[in-house]
């Protein structure tokens, strides 16, 4: 799989969507229309989005690790995220949080992957993928900060928002956000800069951070 080329089949079928992929306040009012007044259009919006929200979580968790190259597998969790967000539709009783949830869905998946992984590969080198904690309490202290830095994001003007969604909520290094964004390192770096800046001004954002 070349990084290149799913990418950009992602975007000819995201370009379809009247909202971005990181407007997640668009895509919740979407749910409601559809899960309340039945609305097709909308439904058509909600599940073109999923589809394409999760097909990103996996070829970008995919394509920053060697050690995850195997194609099958990134299509299999594709397709095993998606029906389980069809089936459990039902279990969303806010539609405010549809999409923090689909993420969460996503998140679980790929830490599923990871604990049925050989041995060999080690869960605790540096930048690899880190498996949380089994404390109740502190995965709804980090849960909650997260849902609040997504929303914060969201807010960020829109030339921000995808540098900084990659950088803070997938993690990506500043040479990984290059291949995705068009962009030199020097103007990536001044754009994160320019976020943080934002976000720690963000009162809705340092009362997510006070309570958590």
Not at 62 to 73: E, G, K, M, Q, S
Not at 154 to 180: M, V
């Amino acid at each position: 799989m070349t990084l290149a080329s799913p990418f950009r089949s992602l975007a000819s079928v995201a370009q379809h969507l009247p909202f971005h992929l990181n407007e997640t306040d668009k895509v919740n009012t979407a749910f409601r229309r559809w899960r309340q007044d039945d609305d097709d259009e909308a439904q058509y919006h909600v599940e073109l989005w999923t589809y394409c929200f999760i097909r990103r979580y996996f070829l970008m968790k995919f394509t920053r690790d060697a050690l995850f190259n195997n194609p099958a597998d990134v299509d299999a969790l594709i397709e095993q995220a998606y029906v389980k967000v069809q089936d459990h539709l039902s279990t969303v009783a806010d539609s405010a949080h549809y999409a923090s949830w689909v993420s969460v869905v996503c998140k679980n998946a790929f830490l599923n992957y990871l604990r049925n992984l050989p041995q060999a590969v080690s869960i605790n080198q540096e930048d690899g993928p880190q498996l949380q904690g089994d404390s109740l309490e502190a995965t709804f202290d980090i849960g909650m900060l997260h849902q609040g830095l997504r929303e914060a994001v969201d807010r960020l003007p829109e030339y921000l928002c995808d540098i900084a969604y990659y950088r803070f909520i997938e993690g990506l290094s500043y040479q990984e956000i290059g291949r995705f964004i068009d962009k030199p390192l020097p103007v990536i770096r001044s754009y994160v800069n320019k976020a943080v800046r934002k976000l720690r001004k963000d009162p809705i954002f340092l009362a997510y951070v006070g309570r958590s």
